[in-house]
């Protein structure tokens, strides 16, 4: 990970649901993976590499590891629905531009979404680094 | 998927951060993707494939994609810390069961875990269902 704020114990992760998706592009393997990728870039985050899984009969997951941490969906077409998340580290990324982004292509009739602050604060997280390089020092000298 | 339970549109998310972790245990990739393997058993859930990351200049991130979602890991050695993440549909697996094992091999000094339902609750899921294939009934006949 780069020397950026993304290197925080702080992250922002989004999760929600998506109701009343077309079954064909909930079936669509090319069309997720491309929308899903297309957010990721809108988000500011950087993708490291994607796992896709066609499930039998029906449901694709793929799962996308990002520098700043990860971004999902599980889709289930006999419901025209699917489950979303994007956890992004740092405060450089917007993981909510990845939902924002997929409801614009996919148009589902309605959607849940849920931001949750994780870890520590910002600024709690640079005092507990500045406390540990400080005790680090201490041993040092 | 199979027609077991996990094919509902509902899923139990937990989420997570492990503090006060050993260093030397946040850069071990093999011991954290076994902790993880093994929680996955534990919870009952499938592993379809597991993507790993160790980052420069540390830091590892796992992503397990699941038959019933995903988990995953991101740690940050600097901090003695993780991020933690384990979401299965349907209400066959226990995701609680992941955090715990990491908890219990990982020791952290302290911890934070949240559980989120997610989509339909159970009953709704089938009533939803039930509706569905009534429809498709009165298109056929």
Do not use: W
Not at 13 to 40: F, P, Q, R, T
């Amino acid at each position: 990970m780069s020397q950026s704020n993304e290197h925080m114990f702080f992250g922002v992760h989004v999760i929600g649901e998506l109701y009343g998706v077309d079954a064909k592009m909930l079936n669509n393997k090319e069309l997720l993976e491309s929308v899903l990728k297309e957010g990721i870039k809108l988000s500011g985050a950087t993708l490291c590499s994607l796992q896709t899984k066609v499930f039998d009969p029906s449901g694709i997951t793929s799962l996308a590891l990002l520098s700043e941490s990860h971004a999902s969906f599980h889709t289930y077409p006999d419901y025209n629905a699917l489950f979303f998340d994007a956890f992004t580290c740092g405060t450089d990324c917007q993981p909510q531009k990845i939902a924002d982004h997929m409801i614009e292509i996919l148009k589902p009739k309605r959607h849940t979404l849920k931001t949750i602050k994780r870890g520590e604060e910002p600024e709690a997280a640079k005092v507990i680094k500045l406390n540990k390089k400080e005790d680090e020092l201490k041993k040092i000298s």
